[in-house]
């Protein structure tokens, strides 16, 4: 079946400092990649998406690449804030008669000033 | 706004209690989720409605009943029979007619069981 696997945090970093959350997935078919983002006490807010190979998704300076060949979708941030701590989540769907998304466990990242 | 509406925001219950949370959409979406998330474990689906009148049990679904009797509404029972139900559940809902996956969450139902 369809997983997601994302890297553990905690996640600790200075703002102004390089993000890189990793993600993989295994999938039957071609996924469509997601990263949602879940602000303490809210509910998931979509960060961004990839829908084929190749594409790069990207939001509020957050950007990820859809790698085939290596089955990932790793979330980067050139320079983080203290406003992006928050849980992101990976996630992905094989879409066909469902639109079930399969996520990843979550991590956790706090910025301090 | 649209959005997605769950009530109540928390919620505590006896052991041996049903307990029945409440999700409302303005979307006009036709797919309908609840999905449990507990620490370190993300989020798991619990039940999934793609029309009314009907629903899929998703991977967790012991212990947890739903019904879709309108399309705007997804109320879901948390039941004695679910041994372990302290945990934060999401309501989600999204358009069926395309690939783009995109979720739509409440702000969540948190359930302490005392």
């Known amino acids: 079946g369809d997983s997601v696997t994302q890297m553990e945090g905690p996640v600790t970093l200075s703002e102004e400092a390089f993000l890189t959350i990793n993600c993989t997935y295994t999938a039957t078919g071609y996924p469509s990649l997601f990263w949602y983002v879940q602000y303490p006490g809210e509910g998931l807010q979509l960060l961004l998406k990839?829908?084929?190979?190749?594409d790069k998704g990207s939001n509020k300076g957050f950007e990820a690449t859809y790698r085939k060949e290596t089955t990932s979708f790793h979330l980067e941030k050139g320079s983080v804030q203290v406003s992006d701590s928050a849980v992101y989540f990976c996630?992905?769907?094989?879409?066909?008669?469902?639109?079930?998304?399969?996520f990843g466990k979550g991590t956790l990242l706090t910025v301090n000033p | 706004d649209g959005g997605i509406t769950q009530s109540p925001k928390y919620l505590f219950r006896k052991e041996g209690q049903n307990v029945t949370l409440s999700c409302e959409q303005n979307l006009n979406h036709d797919a309908m989720y609840w999905y449990r998330q507990d620490p370190g474990q993300g989020l798991r689906l619990i039940y999934y409605s793609q029309i009314v009148n009907d629903f899929q049990k998703g991977d967790i679904a012991e212990g947890y009943s739903v019904s879709r009797e309108k399309k705007e509404s997804f109320p879901l029972t948390v039941t004695s029979a679910q041994k372990n139900p302290t945990a934060f559940y999401l309501c989600?809902?999204?358009?069926?007619?395309?690939?783009?996956?995109?979720?739509?969450f409440g702000e969540g139902s948190r359930l302490t069981v005392l």
């Open positions: 990839a829908t084929k190979a190749d």
């Open positions: 989600a809902s999204s358009i069926i007619g395309s690939n783009t996956g995109e979720l739509f």
């Open positions: 996630a992905l769907t094989s879409g066909g008669s469902n639109y079930k998304l399969t």
